[in-house]
């Protein structure tokens, strides 16, 4: 697959650093030929654990990410040509999940900063103007989004 065609933000590999490929968050239901982007905060972990129930797995409500059993559905390990079938292929669906930026911008200021001893006296004022003053470069790098789980 050309590597203009990659889905933007659908990759550790883009700004996550350490991931396996552009397509390592591309997540494959096979037999509902739906293919879907997993972007970290938008509910992609309750996604994957129902992958996980309709294969029957009896731990399905465990955090699935590094389950052997859902390994398999991940895009980046299936064949070249599976691959291919998949991106071009009309009858599957693909799509993207993602949240309302406002809500995720609360979720990762409560999640990473409040709740942790180190974020204890910082507000939410604090953490907008942190972000907006002093974020992550990638963040504000156009084709890196998500380095730290917060796309603009």
Known sequence: IPEAAYPMGCSRAVGMGGGSGPFDRLV???????????????GITRWIQFLRFTLGAKDYQDAPYYKLDYKPFHFDVLRPA?????WNDPSWTRAILIREPTERLLSAFLDKIARRQEGKNVTLEEFVTYLERDG??????PSRLFSTGLSW
């Open 28 to 42: 494959v239901f096979a037999d509902a030929k739906l293919a879907f982007c997993g972007v970290p905060k938008s």
């Open 82 to 86: 599976v691959q291919r079938e998949i």
């Open 136 to 141: 992550d470069p990638v963040v504000r790098h």
